[in-house]
């Protein structure tokens, strides 16, 4: 019950912030905004490998990404990516050992690529953004209130022991509904698509890190943020929908 109190707090004070910072920042100052979240987010994920690959420095790491992720949002991907492959094959002729070409490369696609859709989506409408919010957010709640409630038949038991069928239904639907909501208020039809397809695809987004954690038998991937885990923790199932919006709006809008 304790724990239950201090995510819920928690959780309403990140939801204000993050809600805040969509409708009253412009989107230059949100990007670099996302761009702090993706450094914080590589510096996780770069612990977590650690305990695979021992002389990976996370610090470095994530410094590293953030810049990478300023040169991604502010001057070129392309040149974002050709400057990570070069300090990913500094590091393997380093340490000479490809595994480090191959996790750096990861980190790059997972923590910062991935992640700055987020950024990108705001730049198109920041009503997406809060869109996305309300897919992800009612997901995550109906899945843990009807699974703990519901839930009997294991969803993925080797990656999530407690991510159930039940709950899985339940966050899909909690996600069509709200996310629906608050299109339907925006005056967005389009975004039922989109809405639809995320609220299946977060459930993949979840268990994708949840693969990672169980690999090197981490419960969460940091403690930063109280009664939550980590970031990654957080926003899991929110950057897989983010990509979802994003390629979306990036097809059939622009």
């Known amino acids: 019950m304790k724990n239950l109190l201090k995510r819920t707090i928690t959780g309403f004070i990140l939801g204000i912030l993050a809600v805040g910072s969509v409708l009253y920042l412009p989107s230059y100052i949100f990007k670099f ?13 770069s612990n977590l490998f650690k305990k695979v690959l021992f002389s990976l420095e996370p610090v470095p790491i994530a410094f ?4 990478c992720a300023i040169l991604l949002f502010y001057v070129d991907f392309y040149l974002a990516v050709l400057v990570w492959i070069l300090y990913s094959f500094w ?5 000479y050992n490809l595994n480090y070409l191959s996790y750096l490369g ?3 696609l ?3 690529v991935i992640v700055s859709s987020l950024g990108f989506l705001h730049e198109i409408d920041k009503r997406l953004v809060l869109i996305l919010f309300a ?3 009612a997901g995550d709640s109906f899945a843990y209130f009807i ?6 038949r294991k969803l993925a038991p080797k990656l999530s022991p407690k991510k159930t069928w039940e709950g899985a239904l339940g966050s899909v639907l909690g996600s069509i509904i709200f996310g629906g909501g608050v299109a339907y208020y925006f005056g967005i039809g389009s975004a039922y698509v989109p809405i639809v397809i995320s609220a299946v695809i977060m459930q993949i987004g979840d268990l994708f890190e949840s693969f990672i954690k169980r690999q090197v038998n981490v419960k969460d991937s940091s403690q930063i943020i109280p009664g939550h885990g980590g970031v990654l923790d957080r926003i899991d199932a929110l950057i897989f929908a983010s990509v979802v919006f994003y390629t979306f709006y990036r097809i059939f809008t622009l």
Request: glycine share 10%; aromatic share 28%.
């Open 64 to 67: 590293f990404s953030f810049i």
């Open 135 to 137: 897919t992800v957010w």
């Open 33 to 45: 905004l996302i761009s702090i979240v993706i450094g914080i987010a590589v510096w996780e994920l």
């Open 110 to 112: 997972y923590g910062v």
């Open 147 to 152: 699974g703990k409630k519901f839930g009997k």
């Open 106 to 108: 990861f980190i790059f």
């Open 91 to 95: 590091w393997s002729y380093k340490e």
